[in-house]
């Protein structure tokens, strides 16, 4: 078990500040549900914990106990135990599920697994997922359904056993039975193996079966709020608008990109309309 804590923390995605000074702890064994308006910086956050190249970290600091994430490179990360279960999983079709994954275990443990053994492992973890065992021998993620990927996400965190995993919208895509499915394997992972976890979701329904034990809301690049599930249950119900009143925050509109040509069309096209009047 190990606590990650996260200073002053300001990220950059291609020059543009996401994260403006960012404060969060999970202590060891914990689980923090993160919610926050769409395009306010969730994703960036778990993806500059975990090291994406395309998050630029200028600022603050991480730290898993006392290991400075921030000099570690993506692969040194995973293996002190961080594990990020992605919004968006990839499709990689040159690669063999099953192989990817043995590879993965055995790069994270000391002693290398048989294949009777890992076989072994991968069959117990895909009954729990409800992932049928013939999905191994297709390329990873390659045509999977979006619920398959969102439950081949939780494979993999189970197969890793980190310290402290992130899950971003695991929930999405997810059927009903599906995401008993998931918050049951969350349950365990966290009672049996004491893993902490930073999980991203836009609805109570997922917190409700994983029961949190702190709610922290992103809005703007910084955490703006913190405390029990009366706060996930709020949002659920009423949006975010009362956020503004109570932390005295402004929600700021993502920005739209002004196309010049579109512009210029719009603006002849209202000079005429209007000329023709
Ligand atoms: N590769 C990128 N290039 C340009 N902008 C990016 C890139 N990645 C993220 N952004 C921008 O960063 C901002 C924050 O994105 P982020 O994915 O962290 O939001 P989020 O809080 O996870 O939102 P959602 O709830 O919709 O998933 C958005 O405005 C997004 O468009
Ligand atoms: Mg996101």
Redesign the pocket.
């Known amino acids: 078990m190990k606590k990650l804590v996260i200073k002053n923390l300001h990220v950059s ?2 020059e ?1 500040e ?1 994260l403006k000074g960012l404060d969060l702890v999970v202590n060891e064994g914990e689980v923090v549900a993160v919610l ?10 778990l ?1 500059a914990i975990m090291g994406n190249p ?2 630029k970290v200028t600022e603050g600091e991480i730290f898993l106990d006392d290991q400075n994430v921030l000099e570690m490179s993506v692969d040194e990360r995973s293996k002190a135990g961080l594990f990020l279960a992605f ?1 968006t999983p990839a499709e990689i079709p040159g690669v063999n599920s099953s192989e990817f994954l043995k590879a993965a275990i055995n790069e994270h443990n000391e002693k290398r697994l048989s294949l009777y053994q890992f076989y072994k492992v991968l069959d117990t973890a895909s009954k729990e997922v409800n992932i049928p065992f013939e999905m191994f021998n297709r390329n990873l993620n390659d045509g999977f359904s979006g619920g398959e990927k969102k439950r081949n996400e939780i494979l993999q965190m189970m197969l890793l056993n980190p310290n402290i995993a992130m899950l ?2 695991i929930d999405s895509g997810l059927d009903v039975d599906a995401i008993n499915t998931v918050s049951d394997c969350i349950n365990k992972q966290h009672k049996e193996k004491g893993t902490g976890f930073l999980i ?1 979701s ?1 609805y109570a329904r997922l917190f409700e079966l994983v029961k949190p034990t702190r709610t922290v809301v ?1 809005v703007n690049g910084k955490v703006v709020c913190e405390g029990g599930p009366e706060i996930y249950k709020k949002i659920d119900k009423f949006g975010y608008e009362w956020i503004k009143k109570e932390y005295g925050v402004s929600i700021e509109k ?1 920005e739209q990109p002004m196309n010049k040509v579109s512009l210029g069309t719009c603006a002849t096209k209202e000079v005429i309309t209007n000329g023709n009047k």
């Open positions: 995605v291609e543009k996401i926050g308006p769409n395009g306010h910086g969730k994703s960036t956050l993806n395309r998050y919004q971003d919208e991203i836009h992103i993502e």
